[in-house]
């Protein structure tokens, strides 16, 4: 076993840093056994130096990240400082001087995974983040490399915690959207501002790095369709539990049926309660990929917080670390296909739609007729009235979103259509 | 791009190695491009020529299988022959003859792993077996690499198909064990001789090796401890539906609380509705594991057939080429400890014991009399009786095995104890 040890610069110390540097102190035995040599934190780079941290030397701790990953002599940098700048060019300048990268950076893998999958690899040096997916669950290395023999036609991912909590708050106490958000706030699993949770933004994120290493092809966070749950009532839930379903954030990537495309999208959907990701409860993420030769798989975990995430980052360290002894380096990128990303009007899913009708003879059929008019077959009606006032509960068999969609504009057009009360996918079946 | 192909020599070709080998042909291209080098299947060993094999170039077949390992130019062999010889010796002349290797044989594995690494290391050569547990569940690798900074203190798991199908089959029809094993027969998930599955043989070669693996160390196929589950009866389901639980036969890998030793043991358990093993159902296998950082993960998929697990063995074929290509090798063995596997008397666990005794005043009294000497705290009790005839069931707070089976024994020598019904593990809690 080799003595000197690897050097690590870590880039930011808050709640994944702390927990990391925490980790490579009190089990920096096993790491030693499990890599082959000592790994040594060489420096911490913060952007406040007053703050006391436990357990870690104040020499280490500087304000100046850039000197710390220039310094020549760090073999392995960890970026848990999030967003885009100064992330992206600390990374770049790490590799330009020679180290490899373990990042928990969502945000940035997804907007410019590539060109810092290029700059790695120019330089021979690693790009792993297997923490910017769904915290502790190991995900990105069983997509990149356990089934790096396999097909993988489609990703179903409960990606978001904050939002899990919220809808399986909702579901099993009947609550309402924000009545729910102010107990996840109260105990901590949403910020103050939740909007990159609710409106679906970070999942986004995470569903674009999916799409990628799924299908082997570049997908953009533009790429992906996105709509928030906020405006996900406790009567959406009443309808959902009618068909034996429940409803969750979904993030899905889908490899179109004549496999010369992909989809990316984010929005709340019912899925079956039979359906494995019905029962994720609370703020745990699962991730459920359907691939040709290995069938259904989910991966479930807890998808955030500093020990979970942590635990992410120390795998990558090992490996990279390992690879930096062997002087080799990982699979890199393999977005070796260019597959076009497809609009949201031509995946093809199912509706749920609730509108409220005029309680008079004749208006199913007119509304029946919309539906045909647009291509899209009914799969199930259901028709509750009183007082002159009906609701009508549709449930579509697959189409295009856009025929869907075209037909919900049309129903609104209707004289006896007095509103549509909600539209939800329905998904997993 | 290097053009020359990497080498692959197909031990055996029957309901794995032949998916295998169409998957190599369909795919040749992604694997290609995965790879960064074509793979060429150069040789096919089995035991009858004679069987027509779709798709596979008949110049490819031999019965000659040592004389394929041994021809030289060989860069991977994949082994999906099964049990100890000849796989073992093939194995290692494969590995003498510059060849990584690829296995799906866990009972190869469980009792020869440490052997086999070591030839492998000694001649700079990879072994990998992702398919050896869990079929197509990405759970080798995860446990090996992803949680490799980690510190994994349990692993419980379903990692048996046949018997997880008749245990739901109990659970959801009210079936005994007798009417659901013939189902079981009858859909070809259970084979004509069901031993190795129902008496948990099976099951404990995979508790070995994931054992070792989580705990990097040495867990040999004797050190684990093993019950089947052919004596669950309909009656142990519908105690255990009164408890909130249903019954799973668990490979159960566990870390002793002071860290000094570990313990792996097979049976059946009752386990609460609100585990996530729980809603595991038919033949699906899931693993749920602890660990320190990460909290808790659960992996769930299909636990065997022909294409889940060529679809492992693929993943590990492209990580083998990879290696070959790098002029590296995987991440080897990892049994750097030396942990003392404990009996199962030392486990510390919880009893489900249902008693038939005597309807008469002062039994319960007896029984707990029992138990308070030897030092088991009672968590719940039930009594029911008619006709002079009553049942009395006894939860158990946790205990040490052995305190729980002298309990049982001395249960038995009362006079008021008619007979005990049943004796279940409590788990998952």
Redo the contacts between chains.
Sequence with gaps: MRTRPLKVALLGCGVVGS?VAR?MTT?AD??T??IGAPVELAGVAVRRPSKVRAGIDPALVTTDATALVKRGDIDVVIEVIGGIEPARALITTAFEHGASVVSANKALIAQDGAALHATAEQHGRDLYY?AAVAG???LI??LR???????VNRVLGIVNGTTNFILDKMDSTGAGYQEALDEATALGYAEADPTADVEGFDAAAKAAILAGIAF?TRVRLDDVYREGMTEVTAADFASAKRMGCTIKLLAICERAAHGGSVTARVHPAMIPLSH?LA?VREAYN?VFVE????????????GA?G??T??????????VC??KL????G?GD?A??QLPVSPMGEVVTRYHISLDVADKPGVLAQVATVFAEHGVSIDTVRQTGKDGEASLVVVTHRAPDAALSGTVEALRRLDTVRGVASIMRVEGE
């Design positions: 927990e980790i089990h096993d790491l056994a499990r297997e502790a669950i190991p290395r069983p490399e356990s089934l790096a023999g396999d097909k082997h494995p029962s699962a691939a040709e030769a290995a069938g259904q798989l989910m991966f479930y975990g807890p917080g020990a979970p942590a635990s992410a980052v120390l795998g990558d360290l090992v490996a390992r690879n062997g002087e080799a380096t699979p393999s070796y296909t």
